[in-house]
């Protein structure tokens, strides 16, 4: 799989917007870019996905950089609840095994009050 | 609707001693995963199921670790004469199809295994 790499920490003041950014200067034009999260004692959810346009759902928005080897994931308005792991992978839609996600350290975001 | 749910949350068993976990993937989702996450470590695919297809269970580690699914719908993991090294998180997921690229995957809260 195409790797991603992502800041290990970053810090936000709540109520405050949030850019966590993804670099993957690898990917192909078949990966998918995906973010998930991970609070603390809980299991993985899922975030936001997006192929070449930029994304928006109830939880983000995913900003990706028309070279796609970049991508940005924006939490409008961080509440305390949005402190966690998050994790920037890449999905190839041609098929194949690669419904196995893998994980790497991710970005902890921490959120203060 | 509900989420994927898992039992127990916490399970503390003896070293040698069997284990047996279980997922309650969401309604409808026809596909169901394991992994296991270690302490400060990623996630580690163990299998995948699809509907009637065989599964992958190509992320087992050993013999000692199997799952079913029944029904196509519930699934136990069952780890036998367990190790100190199967202390970790068992998480498992379910999504819709199964499919690549798009398809989500929606995790339950995991399944603590601590072997003593």
């Known amino acids: 799989d195409a790797k991603t790499t992502q800041p290990n920490s970053m810090e936000s003041n709540e109520e405050e917007p949030v850019h966590l950014p993804c670099n993957h200067s690898?990917?192909?034009?078949?990966?998918?870019i995906h973010w998930y999260r991970q609070l603390p004692s809980q299991g993985p959810e899922y975030v936001i996905h997006?192929?070449?346009s930029n994304v928006n759902n109830r939880m983000a928005s995913l900003a990706i950089a028309e070279d796609r080897k970049s991508s940005t994931l924006i939490l409008h308005r961080a509440t305390l609840r949005d402190a966690a792991v998050y994790y920037c992978?890449?999905?190839?839609?041609?098929?194949?095994?690669?419904?196995?996600?893998?994980f790497g350290k991710g970005t902890l975001l921490t959120v203060n009050p | 609707g509900a989420g994927v749910s898992q039992s127990p949350s916490n399970k503390v068993t003896e070293k040698g001693k069997d284990v047996e976990l279980r997922c309650d993937p969401i309604?409808?989702?026809?596909?169901l995963y394991w992994y296991r996450q270690s302490l400060g470590q990623g996630l580690e695919f163990l299998i995948y199921?699809?509907?009637?297809?065989?599964?992958?269970k190509s992320g087992l580690p050993s013999d000692r670790f199997s799952a079913e699914r029944t029904g196509g719908s519930v699934s136990t993991l069952t780890i036998q004469r367990t190790q100190q090294e199967d202390s970790a998180v068992y998480l498992c997921?379910?999504?819709?199809?199964?499919?690549?690229?798009?398809?989500?995957?929606?995790f339950g809260p995991g399944t603590r295994l601590t072997v003593l």
């Open positions: 997006g192929l070449t």
């Open positions: 199921f699809q509907g009637n297809s065989a599964p992958d």
């Open positions: 309604s409808g989702h026809t596909a």
């Open positions: 992978i890449l999905r190839d839609g041609s098929g194949g095994s690669n419904y196995k996600l893998t």
């Open positions: 690898t990917i192909s034009g078949t990966d998918y």
């Open positions: 997921a379910s999504s819709f199809a199964g499919g690549p690229g798009t398809d989500t995957q929606y």
